[in-house]
């Protein structure tokens, strides 16, 4: 009899006979391992282990290796009569954890995995390189921090050493030769990959310029990005194929589910997947999710625009900024990203640090430290501050700089926050060197401000009052903070106050960043509140870098033409409280290079970008991409 003819006017195939040869295999197969003693000795049970692997495993050397360890748990019996199977299952383990199994031989039938610099040299038949992106590969060169560039040009010099030491600045044609000496590896086939988007941002990525190279050698024309695509040899392949292009080839329901689903995407026709919302519950709110966050040019809830009433009223009764005392931390968050905002102050979620050791100062534990030991220093300092630091006395200031650190030192280790004790001793010396250069960078401004109050707190109690701001709808809102160092002029009219910053500075001379850099404008809108007398437009707020690889850079908010600059402020406050009580929470981050340090990077939609970019002409973001707008 003739067999049937499929769609296509082929012969389907059946397979009878190994259906049937199957299906009495896994009889066999699972009748043995149902009979697998779930307790008995060491011996017993690896005994029968190595029955089973006889029976049904063709390994090679592999297999009498396994065998050999199975033979070493009978010695086990000494020490234990019985055990149970989970038990010999978990020691099992852990022995093959702890050995090792040869896989095949080099070259000789088997895949090489390697970097590039230790296959050099090598030929195999079909070489894959991966991961071909600019930046990447080639790498950006970066400095070596033990040995900058300026200093191996110096010791060159100096040594006259033949070839000299390499500089990391050159380190491309490094990284050519070794392109070139992976690609020379391939004697049949070379396949060249790179990874087209950026799984964090969503954006595209830019291939390597070696690929460029590569396909100017085979067409012999001028390729650039885009005609690399055109190639006749170049392919673009899908992340991964999650199931068979026909769900009659599917081998369980999810493959027949994902089939479908790809078939409906392919025809544009979603009917044949109606049988899968009674199936699977949240569908429907993911389909809802989906089509509102991707299928509209405007935000939506799932985009973190709350529009409900009930949403509304909530964000009024709990996060209204008017009438509360506030920190402009959170002012700032907001400006830097509204999402963030939204999981850190309305939903209250927070990131739980890995319950892992402590092997180092965290940086946040060592800026407390920096500025617990400048405040010691000036302290010790105050009855003699009635005029700037004596640059005769700088050894003087030294000794009592080292005094004041081995006693914040010896408070952070009973604090046991300092790691371990290699580590710990080199993050001191590396303290103790960026504060005694900080020490002379003070020494060396020629300034007729002395420091007056240290560690100065507003807004926390009644006698410390907050300061209170009134917005141009008549809205009060109120700030609190704590101010590093105020530092005063001979005659009290003029006032600098100084923020110690220990990580990189952000934001513009004399400017608001988009509502990011609030601190120190909202510093000095407090400092005439709390001294009346003072001339503002003589006075500034400035960060300070205590670190010497950031080269002591300070970062200053001037109070010249304050009545400008206070209604901006006023503006900016403004916007921010009006997205709040609206429910205005879109994912917009200020500085890209932040989102890999949030604490809720894991949370965030991937192609926030891509999203913001759509949405951004939203009617409701207008307020928002105004105040980013302020320099």
């Not at 006017?9 to 066999?28: D, H, I, W």
Request: charged share 30%.
């Amino acid at each position: 009899e003739d067999e049937p003819e499929d769609e296509h006017g082929g012969q389907k195939r059946s397979y009878p006979r190994e259906a049937t040869q199957l299906k009495s295999f896994l009889q066999v197969f699972f009748s043995d391992l149902e009979s697998f003693p779930v307790q008995g000795t060491w011996s017993v049970l690896a005994t029968r282990l190595i029955e089973l692997l006889e029976k049904y495993l063709i390994l090679g050397e592999t297999k009498q290796e396994i065998i050999q360890i199975l033979q070493k748990l009978k010695d086990l019996d000494d020490l234990q009569t019985e055990v149970d199977l989970g038990q010999f299952k978990e020691i099992l383990t852990e022995v093959f954890k702890e050995g090792s199994l040869r896989q095949g031989a080099f070259q000789e039938g088997s895949v090489c995995v390697a970097e590039i610099m230790p296959a050099r040299g090598l030929s195999f038949r079909v070489v894959f390189i991966p991961g071909l992106v600019e930046r990447v590969f080639p790498a950006a060169p970066r400095q070596d921090p033990l040995l900058l560039d300026q200093e191996r040009q110096k010791i060159n010099q100096v040594g006259q050493l033949k070839g000299g030491l390499p500089l990391k600045a050159s380190r491309w044609q490094e990284e050519k030769t070794l392109f070139s000496l992976a690609v020379s590896a391939a004697r049949e086939r070379l396949v060249l990959s790179y990874p087209r988007l950026d799984p964090a941002s969503g954006k595209e990525r830019l291939p390597s310029f070696f690929l460029l190279r590569v396909g100017e050698a085979l067409t012999k024309e001028i390729i650039n990005y885009r005609k690399l695509e055109t190639l006749p040899f170049y392919r673009h392949l899908p992340l991964s194929r999650l199931a068979p292009a026909e769900p009659a080839q599917a081998i369980d329901e999810q493959e027949f589910d994902l089939a479908q689903i790809g078939k409906a995407l392919q025809n544009q026709n979603s009917r044949p997947l109606a049988y899968l919302f009674p199936l699977f519950p949240n569908l429907a709110r993911a389909k809802k999710l989906t089509q509102l966050r991707w299928g509209r040019r405007v935000f939506t809830e799932y985009d973190g625009c709350l529009s409900s009433e009930r949403a509304r009223r909530y964000l009024q009764e709990k996060h209204l900024l008017a009438g509360r005392i506030l920190s402009p931390t959170k002012l700032e968050m907001y400006a830097l990203c509204p999402f963030r905002y939204f999981l850190a102050e309305v939903l209250r979620l927070e990131s739980y640090p890995s319950p892992e050791e402590n092997l180092r100062l965290s940086p946040l534990a060592k800026g407390k430290v920096m500025h617990e030991i400048l405040y010691r220093f000036y302290q010790h300092l105050f009855p003699e501050l009635n005029k700037p630091l004596a640059k005769e006395k700088l050894a003087q200031y030294m000794e009592l700089l080292n005094q004041e650190a081995k006693e914040v030192f010896a408070q952070a280790e009973k604090e046991g926050v300092t790691g371990l004790p290699l580590l710990w001793e080199i993050d001191q010396q590396d303290i103790l060197q960026d504060l005694r250069g900080f020490l002379v960078q003070e020494l060396s401004q020629e300034e007729d401000l002395v420091p007056q109050a240290l560690e100065l707190k507003f807004g926390f109690t009644e006698a410390q009052p907050p300061a209170k701001m009134e917005l141009p709808g008549g809205k009060i809102v109120y700030f609190r903070g704590r101010i590093d160092r105020v530092d005063f002029s001979k005659g009290r009219d003029k006032v600098r106050i100084i923020d110690y910053k220990t990580g990189k500075l952000y934001g513009r001379e004399d400017g608001f960043s988009g509502g990011c850099t609030l601190q120190l404008p909202l510093y000095l809108w407090a400092a005439r509140q709390i001294w009346p007398n003072i001339d503002l437009s003589q006075s500034w707020a400035a960060y300070y870098c205590l670190r010497r690889r950031e080269e002591y850079k300070r970062l200053i908010f001037q109070g010249q033409n304050w009545g400008e600059k206070e209604k901006i402020l006023q503006e900016i406050v403004q916007t921010i409280e009006e997205g709040i009580i609206q429910g205005l929470f879109f994912p917009a981050p200020a500085r890209k290079e932040a989102c890999p340090y949030c604490d809720f990077e894991r949370v965030c939609e991937q192609g926030r970008d891509i999203i913001w970019a759509r949405k951004k002409g939203d009617a409701r973001a207008a307020a928002f991409l105004s105040m980013r707008e302020i320099a």
